[in-house]
């Protein structure tokens, strides 16, 4: 098992830039593909973008292509999500996400953290 731990939620104008981090502990941290997803008021999870355990593969959400960027330290079990050109859209529930084996773009991951909010103002 993986434990997870979000931060760098925030509130920031559309336009604007956030960078989340999450910090793993437990399972090794290179035996895990990682994932960022989001979750809207009324409506379902989503997928935003995801990183191989070496970090040479990446995915990203059409939504988010060209603005975010996935990013991984596995000598110090960390992965983040850089955000620039931030949109009201992009307003969510963002989640870290863990799966041992290869990446995925779906929910299929293993370990999730608590989340940490974001709010983009228009």
């Known amino acids: 098992q993986v434990q997870l731990v979000e931060s760098g939620g925030g509130l920031v104008q559309a336009g604007g830039s956030l960078r989340l981090s999450c910090a793993a502990s437990g399972r090794t941290f290179s035996d895990n593909a990682m994932g960022w997803f989001r979750q809207a008021p009324g409506k379902e999870r989503e997928f935003v973008a995801v990183?191989?355990?070496?970090?040479?593969?990446?995915y990203y959400a059409d939504s988010v292509k060209g603005r975010f960027t996935i990013s991984r330290d596995n000598a110090k079990n960390t992965v983040r999500l850089q955000m620039n050109s931030l949109k009201p859209e992009d307003t969510a529930v963002y989640y870290c996400?863990?799966?041992?084996?290869?990446?995925?773009?779906?929910?299929?991951?293993?370990?999730w953290g608590q989340g940490t909010q974001v709010t983009v103002s228009s």
């Open positions: 996400a863990a799966r041992k084996g290869p990446v995925v773009t779906s929910l299929r991951y293993d370990d």
């Open positions: 990183i191989s355990r070496g970090g040479r593969t990446t």
